[in-house]
């Protein structure tokens, strides 16, 4: 009852600083402010596969954690997404969707004074929303999977305040509001007008991805790694999963949910051309960064390894998540197979730095992510220009420097590119390692020791007798 009453103070409080229209109706449609129907519709498709991504994320996850810590990689994943749907609705899509200065949007707070559809895209305003708040809540849950194992809860909802309430959706807004500084550089007034294009993210490599990837570096920097994980230049190695099959079919559903994360960015299925040359690009960089990553991989240890399988196709899935608009399906394969070989050297690279990432959450989206969205200055093949609500319009294509259009995007993409990674880096290390003085980033030693499962949600994930051997049931054994 308390909690209620407390509830409702804060809601009366925000209406009485926000606005009273905080609570209104509504709004109208207007003559000339007309929802697609159609758009509207394929946009909400699209939002629901994206959010069954949360389904995969929280598979892979505890698949690819120790089994004493699978409750608290569920009880991450769902209760970031709470605080993530709440925190997008109070401020968060102001800050990233709202129009105000380049650097933070000023709109839409509470979702106040929305209008009919989001900006020119005809889709529904609150259908725009839910899709967004989607790709939010994946930036979110990438970031706790490198602190699996010994995060405390506590710690985990300040940082995770921290980034869905403040870094995902201020610096969004710098490539994707409709006034962000990289979304307008290049033209004349903005930012290094000279440069004559504007930064490129079709469906969040950098957006999404680098963001969430570089918070969890920053993340797993300030925890240090688990207790008992031993590298390999100290003659250990990781420590193992405890669910392949878990974590494998999280990562197929992380693939099925890609379906809405880039097709469902053109927000219009009437640029019908442009959304199937998405979903077949999605599709080519997958199939070739799992095969590229398990070759590679084959020689380090002379065995055909699934996990270094699952994080190639999901690395192909982020690196193509940028160009997926621009590029060919030839140019999609060749992102993918080079994806494939970064992940896998990434995760050597953080073996060898004895930064503990259980589940390669920096390979795959940090990394990954970064040559997503270079790669579309190589490989944009000249073709396509902007997605529309009722056509593409392919009058001014984007050219990448392999198809004879010179530096200029891969520049653009660039300077983008090392911008958000570095200021992601830079506050994600400011934001976790304030939560560490705080004392509450990482659980005690003996909780450690004991289990993050039972010493934060007083239970495991399974029943005694598949844990220990000890507790088996042996009346029917005879």
Known sequence: MLGIVLLLGIIALATDIIGADVMAADPLVKPNDIINPINTLWTLVAAFLVFGMQVGFTMLEAGFCRSRETVNVLMECVVDTALCGLLFYAWGFAFMFGSGTPWIGMKYFFLQGAPATYETTGVAFLAFWLFQFAFADTCSTITSGAMIGRTGFVGDLIYSLGVSGFIYPIIGHWAWGPDGFLATMGSAGNFLPGLGTGFHDFAGSTVVHTIGGFVALAGSIALGPRIGRKFKRDGGGPMLPHDLVMAT????????????????????????????????????????????????GYPKTKKWDVSFTVNGFLAGLVAITAPCYWVSPTGSIVIGAIAGIIVVVGVDVLEWLRIDDPIGAVPVHGLNGIWGTLSLGLFACGKYGLTGPFAADNSAPLTGLFYGGGTTVLAAQAIGSTIITAATFGIGLALMYAVKAMGLLRVSREG???????HEHGIGAYPEYIIKQSAMPMGDME
Do not use: H, K
């Open 249 to 296: 079919v999280g990562g197929l559903i992380l693939w099925f949910g890609w379906y809405g994360f880039n097709p469902g960015s053109t927000l219009s299925i009437m640029d019908f051309e442009g959304a199937g040359r998405v979903a077949t690009n999605t599709t080519l960089a997958a199939c070739a960064a799992a095969l590229t990553a398990m070759f590679y």
């Open 448 to 454: 450690e020791l004991q289990g993050i499962d039972n």
